[in-house]
């Protein structure tokens, strides 16, 4: 039997019943704030405060379970101490390259727009295009191309990606640490890495950063009408950069390596954002 599009969940809809479940198993009816954590980040969850709920993310409708070794499919709620403001913290990460679709790739986002969050944090694991930028390099994301041919939105809608990247939030992350550039971030579909040729036509037009997601969610998240931080973790130079064959193992040790350093600067950035919200 062929299934219509009038025959499928409509996504918004499937994302209110997820918030509606959080607020009703964390006890907390609205959300500050939601942080996703990409590749190398997970170690911030623990820095912001008391994790007042805390669940695997497929008892929450519409979340799949992981699918990349490394990826924590785990949903908490957190106190952020002194604020009092309440993070939600997507450990959940739905890929395009997995092949079920925008929707599911975006549902953490709309999921925590509809839970109230005002702001979304962006983190990932990146190639980077710059030498002078060796893994274990945080950068701000200051820009993104979109090279999956794939898009959140839907008939003529004409969302407006001007500063699609919050500048303010860049600022008060280089208030933690003065030290951080930024950077175009540019979405390919993978699960391929990229070719140095594709490489090279990256950094031509712009991209000094190179992944497998942010983009799409970024996007979700301004339609929502929530203000961005994007956070990339270079965790591995890209091809025709580096002289070494890639592989993921790199990516999760090049993660790992940073932890602790990144782990802080995204703790006390959100953590500042969330002063400032609350005050």
């Not at 479940?21 to 997970?42: K, M, N, R, Y």
């Not at 599911?104 to 983190?123: D, F």
């Not at 191309?145 to 992350?173: K, M, W």
Request: charged letters at 20%.
């Amino acid at each position: 039997m062929t299934t219509t599009l009038e025959h499928l969940p409509d996504p918004y809809q499937v994302a209110r019943e997820a918030a509606d479940a959080i607020a009703e198993a964390s006890g907390a009816p609205t959300h500050d704030l939601a942080l996703v954590l990409g590749s190398g980040w997970a170690g911030a969850a623990d820095l912001l405060g008391r994790t007042v709920w805390e669940a695997d993310a497929t008892t929450i409708p519409g979340f799949r379970p992981p699918a990349v070794a490394g990826h924590a499919g785990v949903l908490r709620s957190i106190e952020v101490e002194g604020s009092g403001a309440r993070v939600l913290v997507l450990g959940a990460r739905t890929h395009l390259y997995e092949g079920a679709g925008v929707d599911p790739v975006v549902h953490g986002v709309r999921t925590a727009a509809a839970a109230g969050c005002g702001t979304m944090v962006l983190t990932n694991g990146c190639g980077g295009v710059d030498p002078a930028r060796p893994p274990g390099t945080p950068v701000l994301i200051s820009d993104q191309i979109n090279h999956t041919g794939a898009t959140p939105l839907a008939e003529a809608n004409f969302v407006d990606l001007t500063d699609l990247y919050t500048p303010a939030l860049r600022d008060l992350a280089r208030e933690v640490d003065d030290s951080l550039g930024e950077g175009v971030y540019m979405q390919f579909r993978g699960p391929s890495y990229e070719t140095p040729a594709e490489v090279q036509m990256a950094r031509i037009i712009g991209a000094s950063l190179i992944g497998m997601s942010t983009a799409l969610e970024a996007i979700a998240a301004r339609e929502a009408g929530m203000d961005i931080l994007g956070i990339s973790l270079v965790t591995n130079l890209a091809a025709g950069i580096s002289p070494e064959p890639l592989s993921h193992e790199e990516v999760l040790q090049a993660g790992k390596d940073a932890g602790p350093r990144i782990s802080h600067l995204l703790a006390e950035t959100v953590r500042r954002i969330t002063d400032k919200e609350m005050s």
